[in-house]
């Protein structure tokens, strides 16, 4: 269903859907490597007011590739995107009476059009996928974030390395990579998506099952992080 659809808006109105569903269809008429400043905010609106926020003022470029990480497809021309990106694990948010999904766009490009649909599932989710975005700052050289609470971490932004902590059953055991290792790993155990892998790949980098990850960088660097909770 098309919940979206405008040109030369600047941010929108919170777009209140009572229907339950599990994905997002997402679509713009630029390629997805042009996002760049766009935000996207969704929560679950509760009828006794203890409202489950999904993501809060994410950047869109890395809620989508996040989103559709490992299994989703973006489908990318020259002058158009569009990606499914998931919202609840394997089926739709339960909504009971007086309850709905929040969605709004802010720091849209005034010159493009930007589209949401809600993709409905036949069946109901027990669990919700939630958002989490930290921001390595311009000028901090290094930082670390403890990530072993989420189930995936995306990198967007550049960066000199990264050190990894993986918890094994040998012990913590701690690895360092250039952004052309990471990505050269993360190709490795299959996790490029499907579509314009080589545009996409050059501005987001996946991370799995470690438990903390050190930045070192000049510049800022977004790290969002993806977590799937019983649905409460």
């Known amino acids: 269903m098309e919940i979206y659809n405008a040109t030369g808006v600047r941010k929108t109105t919170q777009i209140r859907v009572t229907k339950s569903f599990g994905m997002l269809l997402i679509m713009s008429n630029q390629p997805f490597i042009d996002l760049l400043n766009e935000k996207i905010s969704v929560y679950i609106e509760r009828a006794s007011g203890d409202n489950q926020h999904i993501a809060t003022n994410i950047s869109l470029k890395a809620f989508i590739g996040c989103a559709v990480f490992g299994e989703g497809k973006i489908i990318e021309k020259p002058d158009f995107f569009q990606a499914i990106a998931e919202l609840s694990d394997e089926g739709s948010i339960p909504l009971q009476e007086n309850e709905s999904i929040v969605i709004q766009l802010s720091d849209l490009k005034d010159a493009k059009t930007y ?43 550049d960066f000199e390395k990264v050190r990894l902590t993986y918890p094994t059953d040998q012990g913590t055991q701690t690895t360092e990579h250039s952004k052309l290792e990471i990505r050269a790993i993360a190709a490795d155990l299959g996790l490029e998506r499907e579509g314009s892998n080589q545009q996409i790949e050059e501005t987001l980098i996946n991370i799995v099952a470690v438990s903390e990850i050190e930045i070192f960088a000049s510049n800022q660097v977004n790290l969002i992080l993806r977590d799937i909770n019983k649905i409460q």
């Not at 409905?120 to 669990?127: A, D, F, G, L, R």
């Open 115 to 157: 589209q949401l649909h809600t993709i409905e599932t036949p069946v109901i989710s027990q669990e919700t996928v939630f958002y989490t975005e930290k921001v390595f700052l311009n000028g901090q050289k290094n930082r670390s974030y403890e990530v072993n609470e989420f189930d995936e971490c995306m990198l967007l932004g």
